[in-house]
C-alpha cells in the first residue's frame, strides 16, 4: 500500500511557474511508476505526465516543454515542475503510483488526494 500526498498547489499569473510535490509513504516507491493528471471542472482527466521506475519519462503533447517529471526515490517524493503556464493549465493537479507498467486503469492506482493550480491571464 502506497499513501501519496500531494502539496504545492496555488494561483499565479500566466508565465508563471509552480513546483507540485508527490510525497508517499507506506512501501517503497522505487518500482512503482509514477503519474500526473489532472482535471478541470466540466473537462476528462487528461494524464499529463509519466515517470518509469527506470526514470524514464513521457509528458502529453498539451504539456510539452513546459512541465518536467521527477522522482527521488530515497526520500519518497516525487515532483512536477510546471513552468510558463497558462489559464488553460487551471485544474486539480493528482499524483499516482501504480505497479509498473501502468494499466490506464484508475482503480489500479494509488491516488493522492489532488492540489489545484489557479493560472490568471
Known amino acids: 500500500y502506497v499513501h501519496l500526498v500531494t502539496s504545492g498547489g496555488g494561483s499565479v499569473q500566466s508565465g508563471g511557474s509552480l513546483r507540485l510535490s508527490c510525497a508517499a509513504s507506506?512501501?517503497?516507491?522505487?518500482?512503482?511508476?509514477m503519474e500526473w493528471f489532472r482535471q478541470a471542472p466540466g473537462d476528462e482527466r487528461e494524464r499529463v505526465a509519466l515517470?518509469?521506475?527506470?526514470?524514464?519519462?513521457t509528458y502529453a503533447d498539451s504539456v510539452q516543454g513546459r512541465l518536467t517529471i521527477s522522482r527521488d526515490n530515497a526520500n519518497q517524493i516525487m515532483y512536477l515542475q510546471l513552468s510558463d503556464l497558462k489559464p488553460e493549465d487551471t485544474a486539480m493537479y493528482y499524483c499516482t503510483a501504480e505497479t509498473c507498467p501502468v494499466t490506464g486503469e484508475a482503480e489500479n492506482k494509488y491516488w493522492g488526494q489532488g492540489t489545484l493550480v489557479t493560472v490568471s491571464s
Open positions: 507506506g512501501e517503497s516507491i522505487s518500482d512503482y511508476c
Open positions: 515517470v518509469n521506475s527506470d526514470g524514464t519519462t
